[in-house]
């Protein structure tokens, strides 16, 4: 009991007290740029042993202050939750290795890792809280820190980006809150387990309905999902790359983990309307991404694009609500963040030795950096889907949980999405890496130092890919046990409620 | 009074996402601001509306007995309110900076990184 609780509240220490540390330390470079890998990596062992312990154990749960539920505030980590933490504590992990040879003085002078750090212990608190109020503190705490990292460097670019993004996500922190107050006059309780347990005896199901709606929109703006994404193409690719990447990597993900946890967990009484509104919604996100993308000539608003239109499979998952498909959309979403955050960090790196993002200067790195060539081969095939890498057999999962209820018009949908994201990302290919460039290269500015500082990280997540893709049957497995958990709510109520062991 | 508030509510809703839409940044910020306040009645209309009532439990009761004023969303509005105001005050210095960068305050001017 006592070792689970204090396992449940690492995650979220370990990042807090590294921010703290950083922020002490933030007149000695060299303090912070060690506290920030060491805090990484302890957040790494912890989510592994937290994953450990949920998998052998069952759903872990620890009241805060000793309150039981549901009058006070629970830390839940069931096997979805853990495998969040998890990859979050692995991107956390990359970033912070890419960041020392990347970020320039005066953005670390400002607490960039003391803002990173805290981004984490957001993401993390979100992964792991069992209340919905909880929930949005912590969202407000990511937010926030997201804010100050879109806008630190005061670059013409990020400040127009930072807007967009700023309103938009407050637009949806206000819509969120609003779910939440007129939820709680409905139920009368904000605990999670509890909002299961008393759901289907709230009087008026219409006015429960609306509610769903309401967060539908609330997570569907934070997940960019359509017509809710505008937000997103406009800022990610502004701030510098480590930024973009852990961003790219973890902040929509968090606003599906939100959907998936509402989505079967609370709203399941009227799933012929709600969920079939997902997948329309899946549908939708999915080729408006794709469309976006291919429309776009910049490295990173290309992959800006794609990332709305990879959130369309992981809520496609959801929308079908089998066990096959909600275990394909945990699959996907653990696939895609590291392929998503290995393909900023690419970017970054082309950046650095050519002097821009954009395609048409490029060329010809292929011939000078073939080993580039092949780390941004894997995660871009990987998006597109080729076998055997991991996102075939995500893919493969959605589409036939797909064509097992059915919805037909849905996986052809997907499937064409995937043809035109291999279009796509061809194109990059094509453009940067094959064709032989216009004019004399020109080196980026600052340059490529630290050479192995910045290809550590991209190696190791290329190495995950991968090793998913030629052995995905272990991480299937976790997947369909997390989809089992997430169907069937009773272990996860008398987690919660009942305190077992 | 549930009715009136639900009428200011409302109106606070209309005024903010009027404002959101408004080109000067300054009015941008105040519109998020009434979003917030709106959202925020809103959690304290719907904890029920009592006269004069404590949020105490009665001498001898274990419970919560009616009339009685819920303290969960008092605590729920301060939160908010208290995330609201860190946040705003981000966006305050955000426009500032905003302005000093860009030159103007016209979000017509901000529309480089929409391509």
């Known amino acids: 009991m006592h070792m689970t609780s204090g396992l449940l509240i ?18 000695w470079r060299g303090v912070q740029r060690v506290l920030g890998v060491i805090g990484a990596v302890a957040l790494l062992v912890t989510s592994v042993g937290l994953l450990r312990e949920v998998w052998v154990h069952g759903i872990q749960s620890a009241q805060m202050g000793n309150w039981p539920a549901p009058f006070g505030i629970t830390l839940v980590a069931d096997v979805f939750s853990a495998v969040m933490v998890l990859v979050a504590a692995i991107i956390h992990f990359a970033i912070t290795i890419y960041s020392l040879g990347t970020m320039d003085m005066r953005r670390e002078a400002y607490g960039y890792y003391t803002l990173l750090n805290i981004l984490l212990m957001g993401v993390c608190g979100a992964f792991l809280t069992g209340d919905l109020f909880n929930l949005y503190v912590w969202f407000e705490v990511l937010l926030i820190a997201s804010f100050v ?18 309103t938009l996500n407050l637009l949806s922190s206000a819509l969120f809150l609003a779910a939440v107050g007129i939820l709680y006059g409905a139920v009368g309780t904000l605990n999670l387990a509890d909002l299961a347990e008393r759901m289907p005896q709230v009087a008026s199901p219409g006015v429960v309905t609306t509610i769903a709606m309401l967060f539908l929109v609330a997570f569907g703006i934070k997940a960019a999902t359509f017509p809710l994404f ?3 193409p406009a800022s990610y690719h502004t701030p510098p790359v480590a930024v973009s990447a852990v961003f790219a990597g973890l902040l929509t993900k968090v606003g599906v983990y939100a959907l998936i946890r509402v989505f079967t967990l609370l709203f399941v009484h009227d799933t012929g309307y709600t969920h079939t509104i997902i997948l329309w919604i899946s549908a939708l996100t999915m080729i408006t991404g ?9 490295f990173r608003r290309i992959l800006s694009f794609h990332i709305i239109s990879q959130i369309g499979y992981m809520t496609l998952g959801l929308g079908l609500l089998t066990p096959l498909g909600i275990a394909g959309s945990v699959f996907y979403i653990f696939h895609h963040i590291i392929v998503k955050t290995n393909l900023f960090l690419v970017s970054g790196v082309v950046q650095r030795l050519r002097g821009t993002f954009e395609l048409k200067p490029l060329g010809g790195l292929y011939r000078l950096y073939p080993v580039l060539g092949i780390l941004f081969l894997i995660p871009a095939l990987s998006l597109a889907g080729l076998p055997p890498l991991s996102g075939f057999f995500a893919k493969f999962a959605l589409v036939k949980a797909g064509l097992a209820v059915e919805e037909n018009i849905v996986v052809g949908v997907a499937l064409f999405v995937g043809l035109i994201t291999l279009l796509s990302m061809m194109k990059i290919w094509g453009e940067a890496f094959w064709k032989e460039p216009d004019g004399e290269p020109v080196e980026g500015n600052p340059p490529l130092r630290h050479v192995w500082l910045l290809t550590l990280p991209i190696m190791l997540l290329a190495a995950i890919t991968l090793t998913i893709g030629l052995m995905p049957e272990p991480f299937f497995e976790v997947a369909t046990r997390a989809a089992e958990q997430l169907l069937d709510p009773r272990e996860y109520i008398d987690a919660v409620l009942r305190g077992r062991p | 009074m549930e009715v009136v508030l639900a009428f200011v509510i409302g109106g606070l809703y209309a005024a903010g996402i009027y404002l959101i839409l408004r080109r000067s940044i300054v009015k941008l910020a105040l519109g998020l601001s009434l979003l917030g306040n709106a959202a925020n009645l809103l959690i304290f209309t719907a904890g029920r509306l009592t006269r004069g009532n404590p949020p105490l439990v009665a001498e001898g009761h274990t419970a ?13 509005i301060l939160t908010a ?3 609201g105001f860190g946040v705003m005050a981000f966006a305050l210095v955000l426009i500032h900076r905003a302005y000093q960068t860009v030159g103007s305050d016209d979000l017509d001017d901000l529309k480089s990184t929409d391509r």
């Open chain 1, 10 to 27: 690492l995650p979220v220490l370990i990042p807090l007290l590294t921010a703290v540390g950083c922020l002490l330390g933030r007149r």
């Open chain 1, 149 to 166: 990292l879109m806008a630190l460097g005061g670059e013409r670019a990020q400040m127009e980006g930072a807007f967009k993004y700023v």
């Open chain 2, 64 to 76: 919560l007995a009616y009339p009685y004023a819920d303290p969960l969303p008092q605590a729920l």
């Open chain 2, 81 to 83: 309110i208290v995330i």
């Open chain 1, 290 to 298: 794709v469309l976006g993308a291919v429309s776009q000539n910049e």
């Open chain 1, 230 to 232: 505008f937000w997103l």
